[in-house]
């Protein structure tokens, strides 16, 4: 039982220490898992991404003890990474699908927030199309691009608690 346990200890920490999103399939399950040894900050607050397409990702975070402030709503900061998340992964499966390195940054960042954040807040960006189209002009002229990518935060009763901006810099890498 002990030669068991160890060596399932032994394939998890293997997996862990070789897991790279760009060898994984960009999807829902993949980038949750992706965030549990990644980006375990992300995790914890309860940040799930539940629908990814073509042009849109959606991120779910709750308010709870962990994500809150003292005013009883969640933290900006939690808000934001929930916002960065839903424009990251689709910039994250573009990148997969066109088959190139492409280096990716965040070079600016806006956030307004309009509401109490309490309850479930959904994330979502709707920019694919954008993205796509920002790798397709630096794959014509080996140049960076810069494209804005917006993120909406819906509570459960359909109202806009925050909305943020992102400007990512892509540029496809010369290998």
């Known amino acids: 039982m002990a030669n068991y346990l160890c060596l399932v200890l032994l394939k998890m920490i293997i997996f862990v220490l070789n897991f790279n999103y760009c060898f994984m399939e960009i999807t829902p399950k993949n980038v949750n898992r992706f965030m549990f040894f990644k980006l375990p900050l992300g995790w914890l607050s309860g940040m799930r991404v539940i629908l990814l397409d073509k042009t849109t990702c959606v991120v779910q975070i709750k308010h709870r003890w962990l994500n809150q402030n003292p005013f009883q709503s969640m933290f900006w900061a939690a808000q934001g990474m929930a916002a960065e998340m839903s424009t990251g992964v689709l910039v994250m ?60 935060g819906i509570n459960d009763s359909g109202v806009e608690v925050a909305n943020f901006l992102f400007q990512w810099s892509l540029k496809v890498k010369n290998v």
């Open 93 to 152: 499966k573009e990148i997969r699908n066109s088959s190139k390195k492409v280096s990716m940054l965040v070079t600016h960042q806006e956030g307004n927030f309009l509401k109490k954040a309490t309850g479930n807040i959904l994330f979502s960006c709707n920019d694919g199309e954008r993205i796509q189209e920002a790798i397709q002009r630096s794959l014509k002229t080996g140049e960076g691009q810069v494209v804005v990518l917006t993120s909406k």
